[in-house]
């Protein structure tokens, strides 16, 4: 089939074009056919390919959207001559069937219409830290070959654009990000290759992008049209998958939830070092959207309002791309909040670093990662012996600087939730900040003791808690801590978490660098 044949057009179905498919809309169902292109990282030109990459694409699109993907139907020659998609005959070419999900729960849609908050993006990180984390992992073979296949997809993303970069920015700017892109991957072969080994890279989904989310069913997320033509896209370290998505949000103006993303991934996933290659990863997919929007300006077979639409959308991928290699203006801080047991603090800090846009690095999440348990499984905590005894108590700290070095290290602020009861840890952190000639704060929070008791017995009634305090350490805990006498008042913020969040966030923020809230979008 060398150019769509009339006879697939039907008045029920609507058609829609990309630069490697042409795709049938029904009102319930989706047929999909391969063009027969070669653009080099993929060939569609035999049937036999096409139909290769059909049942690929219903197999690998199955683990994250189990009841989407039908199966492949062959598009066949019926009685009265005209080919139809189904049928008996023999197969002339294949289609992907597909069950249509609705647009309205489609992410950039919800986007669009200011119905994507921050609750949806924490769905979207949950359920991709828990498909990484399913991923069958890889040959020792496919994950180190995974490090020059990002270096090669960069190559080959500059020798396609040659010539056609120059158009949307100046040469000396094009020359900036292929230098920066191919002298990323040189300065960071060790990290890359280590993060290989301890099983970061995975069969991942590869073109992660919002129109491939849906809220759909409610509760649930579902993500379709991973790459199915080229296992070098699709294979690749969890933070590239990440970086996609992230990369989408930045482009529709929401930076904001890109770090909301971000951090969510970090915590559930247990891997703060992605912050090392984020902006990286991001650069790299901006600009193979641009290369993509690219190939559908140049195909005389689409409208000339669409090649329009993606010329300007090729400039704009590129000049993301070259604006994530360089540094935000917005200075970057190091904030402590701690408190004896209840007081609330990992729930303030949570809204901090919504508000300030940063991941927050908890004790409670790196303690059980460090025993090699799951977060909601519960430790010994009898006299701070066990997991909690002093020595295990540094190891925990020594990983939250480590995995807080990761995060400022790209630029960004960090928020560490740990109890900060002994000076030498607070000490500790704001070491760290001013290592980096940054800004340090200690939020400490506090509430009566009536309050901490019922805070207690209430997370003991309550499943899935991830912290191991109970209601008999509280005096143990509170005769161990030690005062904070050393840092200015206003680098020292007290707080009494039994106040609403919203009244203590309004105090902080006159001290702290929140970001702002933009009218009419959801926190």
Request: net charge negative; glycine share 6%.
């Amino acid at each position: 089939m060398g150019s769509l044949p009339d006879d697939l057009i039907r008045p029920e179905l609507t058609l829609v074009e990309t630069h490697i498919s042409w795709v049938f809309l029904g009102a319930q169902e989706v047929w999909k056919v391969k063009k027969p292109v070669n653009f080099g990282f993929l060939d569609f030109r035999s049937r036999e390919q096409r139909r290769a990459a059909c049942e690929a694409e219903v197999r690998l699109n199955r683990r994250l959207a189990p009841d989407v993907y039908l199966g492949v139907v062959p598009i066949t020659a019926g009685r009265d001559g005209k080919m139809c998609l189904g049928g008996d005959g023999d197969p002339l070419d294949y289609a992907v069937h597909m069950r249509r999900l609705s647009e309205d729960a489609r992410a950039d849609v919800r986007l669009a219409a200011g119905r994507l908050g921050a609750e949806d993006i924490d769905e979207i990180a949950c359920t991709l830290a828990r498909f990484h984390e399913a991923s069958a992992p890889l040959p020792t073979e496919a994950r180190s070959a995974s490090v020059e296949f990002v270096a090669q997809n960069i190559r080959e993303n500059f020798g396609q654009t040659r010539g056609l970069i120059e158009q949307h920015l100046e040469p000396a700017q094009a020359r900036e990000l292929e230098e920066w892109q191919l002298g990323f991957i040189d300065r960071n072969l060790e990290l890359l290759h280590a993060r290989a080994a301890t099983g970061r890279v995975r069969d991942g989904h590869g073109d992660l992008r919002l129109e491939h989310v849906y809220f759909e069913p409610p509760g649930a997320v579902t993500i379709i049209d991973c790459i199915e033509f080229n296992e070098r896209f699709r294979v690749a370290d969890v933070c590239c998958d990440l970086a996609f998505l992230a990369m989408d949000l930045a482009y529709h103006d929401r930076v904001d939830l890109a770090e909301r993303l971000l951090a969510t991934y970090a915590r559930e996933a247990n891997d703060y070092d992605l912050y090392r290659l984020v902006d990286f990863y991001q650069s790299y997919r901006a600009h193979v959207r641009a290369k993509v929007s690219l190939l559908l300006a140049a195909d005389a077979g689409v409208s000339a309002t669409t090649r329009e639409r993606a010329r300007q959308q090729a400039r704009r991928y590129f000049l993301l791309a070259l604006a994530e290699e360089r540094r935000a203006l917005a200075q970057p801080v190091v904030l402590a909040v701690g408190g004896i047991i209840a007081s609330g603090k990992s729930t303030i800090a949570a809204h901090i670093g919504a508000r300030l846009g940063a991941p927050v690095i908890g004790s409670d999440r790196t303690r059980k990662f460090l025993a090699g348990v799951d977060p909601e499984h519960k430790l010994d905590t009898t006299h701070f012996s066990g997991a909690y005894a002093p020595e295990r108590t540094e190891q925990v700290y020594a990983e939250l600087w480590r995995r807080a070095e990761a995060v400022l290290g790209s630029g960004r602020s960090v928020v560490l939730d740990a109890s900060f009861r002994a000076r030498a840890h607070r000490d500790a952190a704001r070491a760290l900040a001013e290592r980096r000639g940054l800004p340090f704060f200690f939020v400490e929070c506090r509430a009566p003791e009536d309050q901490l008791r019922r805070r207690l017995a209430a997370r003991a009634r309550t499943p899935g808690q991830v912290s191991d305090a109970r209601e008999d350490l509280l005096a143990a805990f509170a005769a161990r801590w030690e005062p904070e006498t050393t840092l200015p008042a206003e680098r020292h913020l007290v707080v009494d978490t039994t106040a609403p969040p919203e009244v203590t966030l309004e105090r902080l923020g006159e001290t702290l660098p929140f970001w702002p809230t933009p009218a009419g979008r959801p926190e």
